[in-house]
């Protein structure tokens, strides 16, 4: 390859690859001036020496995205891989790659999105994750009696089967195996299944098919013994942002309730289809660290506030640090649960029409969670004016994440820490949790 760009199938070799993008690929450039190509090599990382099958062309960008086809010639970064497939995955790019690199590269992307908003602060260690997640969520494809779980390859169509994923237990990746198998018997394919969500409890896992209409052969039929049970959405007005699935119950055999990994003793049951992190390891030290942070300078007895509060991770911390808490969530299966535990109120609302409780309950502390587009600039305008001196903010998107922490600055509080926390290790994703104080 010169100047002119390659076309998709293309193999180009001897890629050197010098860097990594945000989305965890290997990154090189070939040629020079304005016939430069940039290449992202889905697979490859800096060391690497590979050659790569084209995928994706952007012309306007001179960008081009390509699959790395090597095992030989591969560097340093290259760890062992857990996951039965070929690498790379679509999903987790960053699966068998060398830890203390993920971690620095998670770092750098919450440094990066921080410097871009004139936010110059010391970002600290990330947080290593353990591995293994509770949840999967695999989108449907293939035919009739040969169903494909797994997920899009980045920018395309194509679905890459994940059901032998390297961050699930082997209960969970069984059960989905199951849950395909009888699909497959009944000849459910795409046109009739979206998706298949598969969660572990303490108590075993419980699966959740998302329809694209009502079930065509009875539920029992679909319930392998395994699974604790299977519920049946289909697509609804009832949806809820980050709770594992939206849609509405059409039918469900067996139980769909359990306790949450890492749940503490005395937390209450769940549903299946409530809010739950990936790794509940690096979540329990994130809520630590978040609410040691908040509860710091205060006395028991004093009130804080739980935004987004899912189940309660962060409330039921903060009460068994002799707090009194409100806890604000729209989803109405998690307010129910969060109801349930003692010394929380909750309150079933949007946290944006939740002004009035939240100023009556007055708390001196809050940890905010929102879903991926963060709490947004109106928002922490409104949060500033509560009385609160200490706000641990939690942000799934980085560049969300540091946009609501600007917007803290500016009215007044200022960083005393931000921490990269690895919830879904294997992905290029990061968590961020920044610790906000004003005097
Ligand atoms: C990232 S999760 C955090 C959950 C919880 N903090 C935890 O650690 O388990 C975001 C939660 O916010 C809820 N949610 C989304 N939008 C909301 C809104 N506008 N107001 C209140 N809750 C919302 C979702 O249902 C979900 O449970």
Redesign the pocket.
């Known amino acids: 390859v010169s100047d002119s760009l390659p076309v998709v199938g293309d193999v180009l070799e001897h890629l050197v690859v010098d860097a990594v993008d945000d989305e965890g690929r290997g990154r090189c450039v070939l040629g020079q001036g304005a016939q430069a190509i940039d290449i992202a090599v889905r697979g490859a990382f800096p060391g690497d020496v590979v050659a790569a099958r084209v995928e994706r062309i952007w012309a306007s960008r001179r960008l081009v995205q390509a699959r790395s086809l090597s095992a030989a010639g591969e560097g340093p970064l290259h760890k062992e891989r857990a996951c039965a497939h070929r690498g790379p995955c679509a999903a987790c790019p960053l699966h068998g790659v060398d830890e203390g690199f993920v971690l620095a590269f998670k770092r750098a992307r919450v440094e990066r999105a921080f410097a871009e908003l004139g936010l110059v602060v010391d970002i600290e260690d990330t947080v290593p994750g353990s591995g293994q997640r509770q949840k999967v969520k695999l989108v449907a494809a293939g035919t009739p009696g040969r169903l494909l779980l797994g997920h899009y390859a980045p920018h395309s169509h194509d679905v890459v089967d994940a059901t032998g994923c390297g961050h699930a237990d082997d209960e969970l990746q069984d059960a989905v195996r199951a849950v395909r198998q009888r699909l497959d018997a009944h000849r459910l394919g795409p046109a009739v299944v979206a998706a298949v969500i598969a969660r572990r409890f303490v108590e075993g896992v419980a699966v959740v098919i998302v329809g694209t209409g009502p079930p065509p052969v009875p539920l029992a039929l679909l319930w392998p013994e395994t699974v604790r049970g299977v519920a049946w959405r289909v697509p609804g007005a009832a949806q ?4 594992i699935v939206g849609g509405v119950v059409h039918q469900s055999v067996g139980e769909l309730r359990g306790t949450s990994l890492g749940a503490a003793r005395g937390d209450p049951v769940v549903e299946v289809d ?4 990936a790794d509940p390891v690096s ?1 329990q030290v ?2 630590q660290k978040a609410v040691d942070f908040v509860v710091d300078q205060s006395q028991p007895g004093e009130a804080f506030a ?9 409330a039921r911390a903060l009460v068994d640090r002799g707090r009194a808490v409100v806890a ?4 109405p299966a ?1 307010a129910s649960a969060l109801a349930r535990v003692p010394g929380v109120q909750a309150v079933c ?6 002004g009035q409780e939240l100023a009556s309950f007055a708390p001196v502390g809050i ?1 905010a ?4 587009k963060g709490l947004g600039v109106p928002l922490v305008q409104a949060l500033v004016g509560l009385p609160a001196r200490r706000v641990a903010l ?1 942000s ?1 998107d980085v560049d969300a994440g540091a946009r609501d922490v600007q917007a803290f600055v500016h009215a007044g509080f200022r960083v005393a820490a931000v921490i990269p926390v690895d919830l879904f290790p294997g992905s290029a994703e990061v968590e961020v949790l920044t610790l906000l104080l004003r005097d």
């Not at 809820?240 to 709770?243: G, K, L, M, R």
């Not at 969670?369 to 991926?372: I, K, S």
Request: charged content about 20%; glycine content about 6%.
């Open positions: 809820s942002e980050n709770a409530t809010f739950c992190q979540a994130l809520v739980d935004l987004y509060a899912g189940t309660g991770a962060f604000v969530e729209n989803f998690s609302a949007r946290v944006e029409e939740a940890v969670d929102p879903p991926r939690v799934c």
